[in-house]
């Protein structure tokens, strides 16, 4: 079958590779429907891993179920289905308490299972024709059958839940007001989650003018540029007390506005800490921070760049000093995605419009160099095979 594969620094191509089949008697293997292209794949895709190359992406995956194990209950062949990014077992302890992004059975040594992602596991991706999901009956979520809400389901895979997950880190609740670094899709579906709970006021801070105006469009939001002004500052112009909570949808990746720039997207003007630290200045005393957005630890395997991206010049004496509250880590998505999914089927919430593309597989290679430079108008882009 074709999947994407992993070539090299900023180099993908769509290529023949061996099709999955069953393993175990709990996997089942779908038909690929609809596959995603992640903020997370970038990661790896800009050579900042230790990915090796011949490794299939793809962790936002859905599709019509194939072929069943014998021991898979619940799933038919020709269900319609879609499997959250983490691979979890379902009965471990984490599993049980929902933590289901930090599964101790499917990744020993590591925290969490994931398809097509370095470090993660060995479950090949599906940006490829098919899938093989192991246990199958906890990490595929059934749809209504048909082409109906397609591009909403695909988003339950991860950027739809960890958005959410971003809100529930900060403990949003209905009246308050909150901040969002990152207008990526992750920060975008953050904001609308935060419009969908109910919240006050939505500051939303990028310096992508398009990816504002769908934050100010789909989620009443307030746009901030950061590079029109320290976007603290703008912020508490207008909500001069501080916002009751914050989310950093970014991560390691920050752009710090107080470094030049040579070209449109210069990775060297990062500097890992400039938006928690801004989280910690925008948000009141005793207000909470979520944190989806990717940090990593040390990396014995990863380029020297990595090693030291784990380890921030974080203001803790502010936060302290705020008594601040944080949260962070991969997104629980099974904890979040049957709701959000009857949310969708109830026509409560339609998050299609972070969707900006959807091509086919074989276009992959150039729609990852256009989302890797943030190109105007590239938000979230779908992969149909
Ligand atoms: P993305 O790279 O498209 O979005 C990041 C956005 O942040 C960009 O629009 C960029 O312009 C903006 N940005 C850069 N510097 C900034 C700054 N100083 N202030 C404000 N905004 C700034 O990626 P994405 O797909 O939206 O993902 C965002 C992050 O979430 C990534 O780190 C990704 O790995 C992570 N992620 C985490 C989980 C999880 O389970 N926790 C799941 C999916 C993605
Ligand atoms: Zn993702």
Not at 224 to 248: A, L, M, R, T, W
Not at 339 to 347: C, F, H, Q, W, Y
Request: a negative charge.
């Amino acid at each position: 079958m074709n999947a994407v594969v992993y070539k090299g620094k900023q180099e993908v191509a769509v290529e023949e590779v061996e099709t999955p089949q069953i393993e175990h008697p709990n996997d089942v293997v779908i038909d690929i429907t609809t596959t995603c292209i992640c903020g997370s794949d970038l990661h790896m895709y800009e050579g900042r891993t230790a990915a090796e190359p011949g490794i299939v992406f793809g962790h936002e995956n859905m599709g019509t179920v194939e072929e069943v194990g014998e021991a898979v209950s619940d799933l038919e062949i020709g269900d319609r289905v879609v499997a959250p990014f983490n691979v979890a077992c379902g009965f471990c302890e984490n599993c049980e308490n929902g933590y289901t992004g930090f599964c101790t059975n499917v990744n020993p040594g590591f925290a969490g299972g994931a398809y097509g992602y370095v470090a993660m596991g060995p479950y090949q991706g599906g940006q490829a024709e098919k899938l093989r999901i192991p246990y199958a009956d906890f990490n595929a979520l059934k749809l209504p059958d048909g082409r109906e809400h397609e591009d909403s389901f695909a988003l339950l895979a991860d950027i739809f839940p960890t958005g959410w997950h971003g809100t529930e880190l900060a403990n949003l609740e209905s009246g308050d007001s909150v901040a969002i670094y990152g207008a990526g899709p992750v920060g975008l579906m953050a904001a609308y989650s935060a419009k969908l709970k109910g919240a006050a006021e939505i500051y939303v801070v990028d310096r992508v003018p398009s990816r504002l105006t769908l934050a100010e469009e789909h989620c009443d939001a307030t746009p901030i540029n950061f590079e029109e002004g320290d976007p603290v500052e703008q912020i508490k112009e207008i909500h001069g007390s501080g916002v009751d909570k914050g989310v950093d949808a970014v991560g390691y990746q920050a752009i710090d506005p107080d470094k030049e720039a040579d070209d449109a997207y210069d990775p060297a003007r990062e500097n890992p800490a400039v938006v928690i630290n801004n989280l910690i200045r925008t948000v009141r005393p005793t207000g909470e921070l979520g944190i989806p957005g990717l940090y990593v630890p040390d990396d014995p395997g990863a380029p020297d760049e990595m090693a030291a991206q784990g380890r921030l010049g974080i203001d803790f004496g502010l936060l302290f000093e705020k008594g601040q509250a944080l949260g962070t880590g991969q997104c629980n998505v099974k904890e979040y995605n049957r709701k959000l999914r009857d949310m969708i089927i109830e026509g409560r919430a339609d998050p299609s419009w972070v969707v900006s593309h959807r091509v086919d597989l074989e276009d992959a290679p150039g729609m990852y160099e256009k989302f890797d430079n943030r190109e105007a108008g590239v938000t979230k882009v779908l992969l149909e095979p």
